[in-house]
């Protein structure tokens, strides 16, 4: 059996599911992808991309694995981590809304000599929702109830890097998009921008909390 085209599909598959599983604005990296964009900082919005894809491809990784055995025999995991993640936007909501008004005099390249900490702190502001485990987890389900991948725990490998890379072009893409109708806005009106997704977030982030909450002591 030729494993290349088998692998390859694998490869294929993650890198849809990572480009299409990112175009929603909702989550915490996606937000701050997009404030970057906005402040027409496209290498420190692609660098904290590549962070957040490489910590997304190790959940995408673990679920073709099926490690979410964890969260079964450890449940209490499940609600502590969501309660995690909505605690991490409400934190950058209020850093969003409360954000100061971009310094026109500072150096462009002072943030594009930090790549290395936007790639961490894309990183670890992904590493940090274990939930993405049971994303992913029903991310793969759907893609082998397709029969386009064998169950097979060796295609985790090629699938987890095409998420990487689809999760990458999704958001290099999103930063082309924004860089050019940039111009078109004035920076009072980006900065109103960003300051209400602030806002939004911290409202969604106390409405998530408040339904973990409810939703745990229910089932208590």
């Not at 073709?64 to 995991?77: A, C, D, K, N, Q």
Request: charged share 15%; aromatic share 12%.
């Amino acid at each position: 059996m030729h494993y290349g085209p088998v692998l390859a599909l694998a490869l294929l598959v993650g890198f849809l599911f990572g480009f299409l599983g990112s175009m929603p604005i909702a989550g915490p990296t996606a937000v701050v992808v997009v404030a970057k964009g906005l402040d027409d900082k496209f290498w420190p919005g692609v660098y904290i991309a590549v962070g957040a894809a490489v910590a997304e491809s190790v959940y995408a990784f673990m679920a073709f694995w099926g490690l979410t055995s964890v969260l079964s025999r450890f449940p209490i995991l499940l609600p502590a981590s969501r309660l995690f993640g909505c605690v991490l936007l409400i934190a950058l909501g209020s850093y969003f809304a409360g954000r100061k008004k971009k310094d026109e005099q500072r150096p462009r390249d002072e943030t594009d000599r930090l790549g290395y900490q936007n790639v961490l702190f894309g990183l670890s502001m992904t590493a940090v929702n274990p939930t993405l485990l049971v994303t992913w987890t029903a991310a793969v389900s759907a893609a082998h109830s397709t029969g386009l991948l064998r169950v097979h725990a060796t295609d985790a490998f090629p699938f987890a890097g095409g998420v990487a890379l689809g999760i990458v072009s999704w958001f290099v893409m999103l930063l082309r998009l924004l860089s050019r109708f940039r111009s078109k806005v004035n920076t009072a009106t980006l900065d109103r921008v960003i300051r209400g997704v602030g806002i939004f977030l911290i409202v969604i982030g106390v409405a998530l909390a408040i339904r973990v909450v409810v939703t745990w002591r229910t089932s208590a």
